[in-house]
């Protein structure tokens, strides 16, 4: 089953308005997650880097101001795209790390796709 | 410079064939990490499978199986006896530490369809 759960799926939002997607991990605790966008049939790039009880780290030509993370809890990141407009109509998707016998591994959420009209 | 080079945007295969998809990487980290990640249509990121860049054998996780090949800095995903659920986006990624909260990496993903 699922190890990390994205909420909501899809969310179509006028232009202007916030958005809150959130991100948990199931069963395990995340100190760290990763917000990822990724646009049509392109590559997933990475947005920022959630850390817990203290500021994320942003990707060079992200725009923090825009993109809010917050991570407050060991099992919850969200990502809030403040005042959208229609260039932040994307898929956006989370990751979180799970300590295995060989390596870290990265399991993501199932993605929410973005449509600001 | 590009990490991660998938060269291949779309491959077709039939039913029950094995099918491979290219990866290329570039590091000068001698210690980093190489994923593989299926994404069907609904978006979801599926983990397929890891290797490590001390790892000796080549990683295999039931169908699929990945051709580290570390001197041609090469890391192919094999899948065989291809279904039809295999159609879907494949992106390879790397990490460039094999241990460690580090960000990954990915392709620009290659497309397979399966069929009958």
């Known amino acids: 089953g699922a190890v990390v759960s994205q909420h909501p799926s899809r969310v179509i939002c006028k232009s202007g308005t916030s958005v809150k997607i959130e991100c948990r991990s199931l069963?395990?605790?995340?100190?760290?997650m990763f917000w990822y966008r990724q646009f049509p049939k392109k590559s997933l790039m990475l947005m920022a880097t959630?850390?817990?009880?203290?500021?994320?780290?942003?990707e060079q030509g992200v725009e923090k101001d825009k993109f809010l993370i917050n991570h407050a809890s060991l099992t919850l990141s969200t990502l809030t795209v403040t005042s959208a407009h229609p260039e932040d109509s994307s898929f956006y998707i989370c990751?979180?790390?799970?300590?295995?016998?060989?390596?870290?591994?990265?399991?993501f959420g199932s993605g929410t796709q973005l449509s600001v009209l | 410079a590009q990490k991660i080079t998938q060269t291949q945007p779309g491959m077709f295969v039939q039913e029950k064939e094995a099918v491979t998809l290219d990866c290329t990487y570039d590091?000068?980290?001698?210690?980093?990490?190489l994923f593989w990640y299926k994404q069907p249509s609904s978006g979801e990121m599926i983990f397929l499978i890891y290797?490590?860049?001390?790892?000796?054998q080549n990683a295999t996780e039931g169908r699929y199986s990945l051709n580290f090949q570390k001197a041609r800095k090469s890391a192919n995903l094999v899948i065989s006896a291809s279904q039809l659920g295999d159609s879907a986006m494949y992106f390879c990624?790397?990490?460039?530490?094999?241990?460690?909260?580090?960000?990954?990496?990915f392709g620009t993903g290659t497309r397979l369809l399966v069929s009958p």
């Open positions: 990751s979180a790390p799970i300590p295995d016998r060989e390596a870290e591994k990265l399991f």
């Open positions: 069963d395990f605790q995340a100190t760290t």
């Open positions: 959630s850390n817990e009880g203290s500021k994320a780290t942003y």
């Open positions: 590091t000068s980290d001698p210690s980093y990490g």
């Open positions: 290797q490590g860049s001390y790892d000796q």
């Open positions: 990624a790397m990490r460039e530490r094999p241990t460690g909260f580090q960000k990954l990496v």
